[in-house]
């Protein structure tokens, strides 16, 4: 563990990236869709824009501190919340100020632009607080416990795997997957990522799932993976709310990981115009309580919808289908 000389602000610290755009010269900017990131790995994939001549991107990021940063009688003072990116191959450090979202709150937020000259491929962002301890300015005294990648290249928000995805025949498989066996996938969210079994035992599915292109196939393919990722997203949201830790007072807290970021992500649309720890209390409270859980999943689930972009996925799948039978009378 390292030694600092200076009293540290003890808690987590959490990074998000909320939004993703590009701009090119003489062009429109772009805002990339919620493809674009991925909350669980914690990666922004900015090679999906269609603006393939980019050069600037501009992420909106937010940040959760702990609350005992701007309570009165601190060891410090003048306290900011500094958004970093790094490319080590390019010897690259751009910074932007996060402002508080309300006085003295928890939640704070910024835009920071990247120049797409100053990474190489893979930059990392990170997020630190900054303050003045002991008359000393600038010491950092908390930074996120995990922090996102941003590629400027890739396509797909990955580190190295997405949601860990296992081809099984569910008939022969584990024990815990045989009484599944009309299912065409499980979603088991219960591990470090969650993981998507995918039923071979299923007729068609596998050749369904590797299909691509603009025919029934490949149509029927990104309709049914956004129903997938829905899913997962659901599944997420449950074994993340199902295991957060209570404080004694009952506030409950964020789960550290991407239980927590999977959380943040959702709780707007699933309690809207709150703040995020409001929402997660009345999430909560509603799980725990005698009525109001079941009222809340319609909400759960039209949040997992908008994050699997299945909205899209449907409307695409509808029109390719009505293209492809308007081509087959005439």
Do not use: C
Not at 161 to 174: H, M, R
Request: glycine letters at 8%; a negative charge.
């Amino acid at each position: 563990m390292k030694a600092f000389p200076y009293p540290r602000l003890r808690g987590t610290v959490s990074l998000r990236v909320d939004a993703a755009r590009v701009k090119a010269p003489d062009q429109p900017r772009e805002q990339l869709d919620s493809r674009a990131r991925s909350v669980v790995e914690r990666v922004v994939a900015l090679g999906l824009a269609e603006t393939e001549d980019w050069e600037t991107a501009t992420l909106t990021v937010s940040a959760t501190i702990p609350s005992k940063a701007s309570e009165p009688g601190g060891p410090w003072s003048e306290v900011v919340v500094v958004a970093v990116l790094t490319d080590r191959t390019t010897n690259t450090r751009v910074t932007a100020r996060l402002a508080p979202e309300a006085e003295g709150g928890r939640e704070w937020r910024g835009d920071l632009r990247v120049l797409r000259s100053d990474v190489s491929e893979r930059a990392a962002l990170t997020v630190q607080v900054v303050a003045t301890v002991d008359g000393v300015p600038g010491r950092i005294i908390a930074e996120a416990a995990d922090d996102w990648v941003v590629d400027t290249r890739g396509d797909v928000p990955t580190r190295e795997q997405s949601f860990d995805i296992k081809e099984v025949g569910f008939a022969k498989g584990p024990q815990w997957l045989r009484s599944f066996v009309d299912a065409p996938w499980i979603v088991n969210a219960s591990g470090r990522l969650p993981t998507v079994h995918i039923n071979t035992d299923f007729e068609g599915i596998t050749d369904v799932l590797s299909a691509d292109g603009r025919g029934p196939e490949g149509l029927v393919n990104e309709l049914m993976v956004s129903q997938m990722a829905a899913d997962v997203w659901v599944a997420v949201f449950h074994s993340a709310i199902g295991d957060l830790e209570i404080e004694d007072d009952g506030t409950p807290l964020f789960p550290h990981g991407w239980q927590g970021e999977v959380l943040r992500e959702m709780l707007p649309d699933v309690v809207p115009d709150r703040s995020l720890e409001d929402a997660l209390r009345e999430v909560h409270r509603r799980r725990v309580g005698a009525t109001g859980w079941t009222e809340l999943q319609p909400r759960v689930q039209y949040a997992a919808m908008r994050r699997a972009e299945l909205p899209r996925a449907l409307a695409e799948t509808v029109r390719g289908l009505n293209k492809l039978k308007r081509e087959d009378e005439a």
